[in-house]
């Protein structure tokens, strides 16, 4: 089992920055690749970022290509994303994932974050 706690949600205004943090614990951190989703009221939870299990590679959603930067620290086991210019679009809880494989797809993920709201204001 990963247990994986995510973090730095909040409110911000247009075009603003925030930075979410997911730690992890269980099994071993450097043997996954981790991602972040998120969920939108009424919409379906959908890929935003992933990172391989060394950090060499990465993967985004055309819609924050640009403006998200995903990176991950073996030492704290932890997996951030930096989210700048921030669009109300944005708006949605953004969940933390664990795969034992390459995948942005959603069913690839094995275990998951409880979830953190970020709310981008206009």
């Known amino acids: 089992q990963v247990q994986l706690v995510e973090s730095g949600g909040g409110l911000v205004q247009a075009g603003g920055s925030l930075r979410l943090s997911c730690v992890a614990s269980?099994?071993?951190?450097?043997?996954?690749?981790m991602g972040w989703f998120r969920q939108a009221p009424g919409k379906e939870r959908e890929f935003v970022a992933a990172?391989?299990?060394?950090?060499?590679?990465?993967n985004y959603a055309d819609s924050v290509k640009g403006r998200f930067t995903i990176s991950r620290d073996h030492a704290k086991n932890t997996v951030s994303l930096q989210m700048d210019s921030l669009k109300p679009e944005d708006t949605a809880v953004y969940y933390c994932?664990?795969?034992?494989?390459?995948?942005?797809?959603?069913?690839?993920?094995?275990?998951w974050g409880q979830g953190t709201q970020v709310t981008v204001s206009s």
């Open positions: 994932a664990a795969s034992g494989s390459w995948t942005t797809s959603r069913s690839g993920f094995d275990y």
């Open positions: 269980g099994r071993t951190f450097s043997n996954y690749a």
């Open positions: 990172i391989s299990r060394g950090g060499a590679s990465f």
